[in-house]
């Protein structure tokens, strides 16, 4: 089968098309020919292993997994003989990990896979996973519900335009940040009030929220600590400078009124299903910026490196 494989940590142009064996399922896995798969911000950081540390998950010299993509949509091709939930030509979605940059990837029945949701692309479908899931780990637990409020930063990008939704399902009031050409497509998201940063800083704007969300990992919890309610609730996607999220949500806890929490993604079934459920109620859709086909992944990593992506960046892999 075809697939991206790098050997060597590095820019996009460590990534490279190539022949290499198909996978074989296990009792317990289904054989999936992938239709659709994302270029991601995960993806992007495991490439170039930044931070450094992750090396030692990844492997510290070269990569241990030469496969990447964590999110895909595609057909079942074979099922394993334990397999009870999918059958051939199944048409399924979800995350994995690693290995959906490929034709055909082999995946547990238990893992975070479900079928696809009706009328809904297979390249609609690819882009649901990762942006979600982490959107939807992350404000879990930020007790969102009517006559909360919730300040999303990057508002427009894969998990941004995925927290605007959800939140919007949770009931809560929604004031989304991101830049001039964005600002009609997160309002349509069903942000009730849309900032362009551009223009101006919201934390000069004299607005507090019960929670602000920084989806794209740009902010900091002393900058935007003043735009908190008392007993507030900061999340960030990223580990700040040097590494400093970690450290405030444990001093937070302790520490003053207002709490920091490092959002960090569990990708579990349950959490595939939810999504489905809400796409087939019409109350979430993927946004997808650009499509490229595999053989173009340089190309489309770029671009998702540019941190000008709207939503989502997909793959082509099998018409």
Known sequence: MRA??????????????????????????????????????????????????????????????????????????????????????????????????????????????????????????????????IALCCLRNADLRKGRSILIYGASGSVGTAAVQLARYFDADVAAVCNTKNLELVRS??????????????????????????????????????????????IDTDLGFLGNVPILALLTRWIGDKKVTLGVARYTKRDVLFLKELIEAGKYRAVIDRRYPLEQVVEATRYVETEQKTGNVVLTVND
């Not at 399922?25 to 020919?33: G, N, T």
């Not at 798969?37 to 170039?48: F, K």
């Not at 000069?204 to 794209?216: H, L, N, P, S, T």
Request: glycine residues 10%; charged residues 30%; hydrophobic residues 40%.
């Open 4 to 133: 991206v494989v790098y050997d060597k940590y590095g820019p996009p142009e460590a990534l490279r098309l190539e022949d290499v064996e198909r996978p074989v399922p296990k009792d317990d896995e289904v054989l999936i020919r992938i239709h659709a798969t994302t270029v991601n911000r995960t993806d992007c950081g495991w490439r170039s292993a930044w931070p450094f540390f992750v090396r030692f998950f990844l492997g510290l010299r070269r990569p241990k997994r030469r496969i990447l993509g964590s999110e895909l949509a595609g057909e079942v091709e074979t099922v394993g003989a334990a397999v009870s939930e999918f059958a051939v030509g199944d048409q399924v979605f979800g995350t994995c990990g690693f290995g959906a940059h490929a034709e055909f990837i082999s995946i547990r029945e238990g893992a975070p896979i479900a079928h696809k949701p009706n009328g809904m692309t297979f390249e609609e479908a690819a882009a649901v996973g990762d942006g979600a899931v």
């Open 189 to 234: 998201l069903g942000a009730d009030e849309v900032v362009d940063y551009t223009r101006e800083d919201f934390t000069k704007r004299g607005k507090m929220y019960d929670v602000i969300f920084d989806a794209v990992g740009k902010h900091s919890f002393r900058h935007c600590r003043r735009s908190l309610k008392p007993g507030g609730l900061y």
